[in-house]
């Protein structure tokens, strides 16, 4: 029992932080603000992470560790090029649509100054997962003898453009479900990048 | 004489503040700073401007200004639909890549809590955008006798996600050059999209 009450303290922390980040401003939040909203003393919070910087770290690797399991690894164990592909879109957009995860992966695109040594880590994550599209894309494109002009490149940048794009105007009561979003975006990338 | 060196005040309290807010953050840079940037004393910085709120909804308004003048009023004076949709991500994607303007359109996508009054209207122009791309690619579609699945709203979105992304990965000195980043965006779109 002792054991569920504080096996996830971490990931509350960053949770609770994340949305102070997005309703306040991340340099208008303080360690204390952080502290206060999940009633901990300030040793509390010092316990677990030592500043802001490192918490915004931790959150933006949590939204890394998110992309991993519930994209990569999936699309990983699935067969056949093109399946990969879809598949990818799909729970790439599901996470980016995602109401539980999205105030966390939503930081992931937000410029706030993290030390560099930090930035960098994130940075070579974030680089990780364009290659790994740009192979996918590049597979899909030699299974179909694609005689598309569009290089693996620019056509990983404009599908992870399309989607991460969809955090700055998705409204989840909106006309556009997610079903018929996954459906339109997976045949438009298709259709224009490995036709 | 006397004129040319007043005549743009306005802009150049914006370009260095937009500069600050991206180099230090939003809420960590205060009227102070800006002032002292500029090397005006705060009673001049004042004069033009009342509050760091202020300058952000003006810097925003700014970077609309300069997608209604560069892309938005040469598209309308272009003939064809086709060549209009061409023209647009032609332009949209140039405003983006613009070494001189980018650090005022880049902070129309950054999250920063702006006064719900004027958050809307800044929201509006955006719509007005997104619709004015719609309304474009359902010419386009209308003209081509397109079979296109795909909504024109959900294909505006693809598009604008496609290019307003561009800012989050581009290097000028990198392998993709502006040129082709334009010859194959409009490929993706037109074959994805609109075909």
């Given at each position: 029992m002792h054991r569920e009450a504080t096996i996830e303290p971490r990931q509350e922390i960053l949770r609770a932080a994340a949305r102070l980040f997005q309703q306040q401003g991340y340099d208008a939040t303080s360690m204390n603000d952080v502290a206060a909203a999940l009633k901990l003393s300030k040793g509390g919070l010092y316990h677990h992470f030592q500043s802001k910087d490192e918490i915004l770290f931790h959150i933006m690797s949590h939204a890394m560790d998110i992309t991993e399991e519930r994209v990569i690894n999936v699309v990983r164990r699935t067969e056949g090029a093109e399946e990969r592909l879809r598949t990818l879109i799909r729970l790439h957009i599901e996470v980016v649509l995602s109401e539980e995860d999205r105030e966390i992966t939503v930081m992931l695109h937000e410029n706030h100054p993290l030390p560099p040594a930090l930035r960098r880590k994130i940075n070579g994550r974030k680089k990780d997962y364009v290659h790994f599209v740009e192979n996918l894309v590049a597979d899909v494109q030699r299974q179909r003898n694609s005689t598309s002009q569009v290089t693996p490149r620019a056509a990983a940048f404009a599908l992870l453009g399309m989607i991460n794009w969809i955090y700055q105007w998705y409204k989840p009561?909106?006309?556009?479900?997610g079903d018929a979003l996954v459906r339109q975006y997976t045949d438009i990338f298709f259709r224009g990048a490995v036709g």
């Open positions: 009561d909106g006309s556009l479900t």
